[in-house]
Nanobody, 113 residues
Framework: QVQLVESGGGLVQPGGSLRLSCAAS????????MAWYRQAPGKQRELVAT???????NYADSVKGRFTISRDNAKKMVYLQMNSLKPEDTAVYYC???????WGQGTQVTVSS
């Protein structure tokens, strides 16, 4: 198991930016694929972005060109840089390690004027 703790959410105006962070406790963190998911009110949880141990990335079509996932293996951190935010990006964002089935507690992102 790995403990994941997200931070960086908040209220931002449309067009603004936020950077989410996820701190992991796994001893072999660098070996694992990491991902960000989000869940909007009344909707299913959806995959936002993934990053492999080799830093290959994939994104949901809805965030391509606006969001960037990255990782710092030395610090055991995963980040999600979110630019050009839209009201439809409003959701609770979760960090996860799919291989270990671990999820963070989530951080709320609200995009509103």
């Amino acid at each position: 198991q790995v403990q994941l703790v997200e931070s960086g959410g908040g209220l931002v105006q449309p067009g603004g930016s936020l950077r989410l962070s996820c701190a992991a406790s796994a001893s072999r963190f660098s070996e694992y694929v990491m991902a960000w998911y989000r869940q909007a009110p009344g909707k299913q949880r959806e995959l936002v972005a993934t990053i492999t141990s080799g830093r290959n990335t994939n994104y949901a079509d809805s965030v391509k060109g606006r969001f960037t996932i990255s990782r710092d293996n030395a610090k055991k951190m995963v980040y999600l840089q979110m630019n050009s935010l839209k009201p439809e990006d409003t959701a609770v964002y979760y960090c996860t390690c799919p291989a270990l089935g671990s999820w963070g507690q989530g951080t709320q992102v609200t995009v509103s004027s």
